[in-house]
Structure formats: C-alpha cells, structure tokens
C-alpha cells in the first residue's frame, strides 16, 4: 500500500486560504469516507484537525475544512495564521492488511 | 487529562529486540482501541498496528507483521510493541494513539519513543 501523495509545501500569506490535496486510490479514499487530517509542529505528536472528510474535533477552529471527490481529499485553511504553520498529513482508511495510510506530508509555511 | 506517554526507546544494535510502552491516564484505556504509528527522522507517519479494546483483535501493516508485536494490559493500563530482528529502517519516533469513539481516526498522541538501530 502506498502513501497518499500530498504537495511537498504550500505557502500563503496571513488571512489568505489556502488548500493542501491528498490523493489515493479506490483502494483507500475512493472507497471510504474516512479521511483524517493531522497537523504536526516540529518536536510534537501529531494532532487531529479533521476527521470523516470534514468534521472538527471540539477545539479546532472552523477556518480548518475538509472535503472530498473520488480519489482524493483535500484540507482547506482559512484566514491563514502564523500559528497555522507546521506539517499537515492526511490519512485514510485502506483496503488490505495495512488497514491504515497516511499521506507524504505538507509543509505549510505562513509568509 | 487524557494522556498517553511511550517509554522504552533507546539505541538497539541490528538484529536486536526491543519491547515500548505506552501509559494511558485520564481515560478508561480498556474502552478504546490503540494503534502505534512511527515517523522516520525527517519522514511521513506510517501505521504500524492496531489492538482492540480487549485485545482480541491485532492487525499489522505489511512492514510490521512478522517482527512487531502488539499486546495491551487493562490492568496497568498499558499498551506494548515489542519489536525484533531489528534493522537501520527501523529508526524512528513510534508514538502510540487511541482511536476515536467514532472509529477510524487518532484523536489522542503520546509524545513518542525514538528508537535508533545501530552499531
């Protein structure tokens, strides 16, 4: 099972949106709608922003939204903020014994 | 709060074993699923394996399944990965995670472990 591939970087300016694309297969998003997104800031655990292609957990700002066609995913952050910067990775549900794939990872940089 | 917080990493020579913990608090460990997920140095997550509440129930990624091994004690609350036959690729941070009520996603993440193979 391969990763979902994610942009490398995405850059954007305080107050701008920008949007982070996570393609799959039919073997992982295309077969499932459940799609998860994490934010990670260097030296930190992962956190959850998203979960079930577009829902927020209790705490997380309604600038994070998510949405979803065919194979692949994307997150949505807007009104962009400096302590929106950090890595970002989606995550899918998967067909076959590696029952869970995460994508290559996004570093977003708040210029 | 809730919290889950790994142990146990450290420098492993190639070929060696090793055996992580992850101490849960602040929740009741025996009502959720845990799963650990590694992150090389400077790489992306991958999942490795996931436990049921009772631990009836193991599941492991193609990279982990013939020398990893999951197991849980309720009663410490306390989650475990031994791993062995180790190489250089195994480096990395390995963080625990509880799995949602609603299934399918990590909403709670330890610190993390890292655990460096080498000479």
Known sequence: QSALTQPASVSGSPGQSITISCTGTNNDIGSYNVVSWYQQTPGKAPKLVLYGVNKRPSGISNRFSGSKSGNSASLTISGLQAEDEADYYCCSYARGSTLYVFGTGTKVTVL | ?119
Request: net charge negative; aromatic share 10%.
């Open chain 2, 1 to 119: 709060q809730v919290q889950l917080v790994e142990s146990g990493g450290g420098v492993v020579q190639p070929g060696g074993s090793v055996t992580l913990s992850c101490a849960a608090s602040g929740f009741i460990f025996s009502t959720s699923a845990v799963h650990w997920v590694r992150q090389a140095p400077g790489k992306g997550l991958e999942w490795l394996t996931v436990i049921s509440d009772d631990g009836d129930y193991k599941y492991y990624a193609d990279s982990a399944k013939d020398r990893f091994s999951i197991s849980r004690d309720n009663s410490r609350d306390t989650l475990y990965l031994q791993m062995s036959l180790l190489r250089a690729e195994d480096t990395a941070i390995y963080f625990c995670a509880r799995e949602s009520v609603v299934g399918d996603v990590f909403d709670i993440w330890g610190p993390g472990t890292m655990v460096t193979v080498s000479s």
